[in-house]
T-cell receptor, first 111, second 115 residues
Framework: QKEVEQDPGPLSVPEGAIVSLNCTYS??????FMWYRQYSRKGPELLMY????GNKEDGRFTAQVDKSSKYISLFIRDSQPSDSATYLC???????????FGSGTQLTVLP | EPEVTQTPSHQVTQMGQEVILRCVPI?????FYWYRQILGQKVEFLVS????????KSEIFDDQFSVERPDGSNFTLKIRSTKLEDSAMYFC?????????????FGSGTRLTVV
């Protein structure tokens, strides 16, 4: 069973749309959840980080974690063409420092 | 803003050769990592390194791979006897010891092509 599963996309939306990106995970020991953005041929860049159930907001981005259903979401409001990238969810659990990534969702925001 | 620097950005090597990928982590970070991403696939953890020794490694990180911190600034990944399937982007990352997932900084990667 894959530890982190992510909607594969690709996803294409018009500028200004609300984007919803989703992941599920299978191991309840995971404590920390991250969303990374990755532009083509670049390293992952941290967008959002959370360790508890509920919502965390940062500007146009909201991360949502539901530990009871093992569901992680990222919402992007007023999406911009510059948001076009691959979005990766990741988790880190217990005392381990390694990150486990989802497969990524490629997002294109059309002007 | 501090960066993790990786060199070279692209390396082409013949199958069977040894390669060394180099990284300069952020200066006050004490945990160092290597990840790889085969084209079209997930970013995968290879190894973490702390206090001059490996702290965690994945099943991918077999005897073909080794890591080293040869001096106070560099962190290297050596791949011996490269195979075609080693072709991937290799990302170095570093983090502060007291930080968890929010403390990672990734480099821009080295694209390794084995021919």
């Amino acid at each position: 069973q894959k530890e982190v599963e992510q909607d594969p996309g690709p996803l294409s939306v018009p500028e200004g749309a609300i984007v919803s990106l989703n992941c599920t995970y299978s191991n309840s020991a995971f404590q920390y959840f991250m969303w990374y953005r990755q532009y083509s041929r670049k390293g992952p860049e941290l967008l959002m980080y959370t360790y508890s159930s509920g919502n965390k907001e940062d500007g146009r981005f909201t991360a949502q974690v539901d530990k009871s259903s093992k569901y992680i979401s990222l919402f992007i409001r007023d999406s911009q063409p510059s948001d076009s990238a691959t979005y990766l969810c990741a988790k880190q659990g217990g005392s381990a420092r390694q990150l486990t990534f989802g497969s990524g969702t490629q997002l294109t925001v059309l002007p | 803003e501090p960066e993790v620097t990786q060199t070279p950005s692209h390396q082409v090597t013949q199958m069977g050769q040894e390669v060394i990928l180099r990284c300069v982590p952020i200066s006050n970070h004490l945990y160092f990592y290597w990840y790889r991403q085969i084209l079209g696939q997930k970013v995968e953890f290879l190894v973490s390194f702390y206090n001059n020794e490996i702290s965690e490694k994945s099943e991918i990180f077999d005897d073909q791979f080794s890591v080293e911190r040869p001096d106070g600034s560099n962190f290297t990944l050596k791949i011996r006897s490269t195979k075609l399937e080693d072709s991937a982007m290799y990302f170095c990352a570093s983090s502060e010891p007291q930080r968890t997932g929010d403390g990672y900084t990734f480099g821009s990667g080295t694209r390794l092509t084995v021919v």
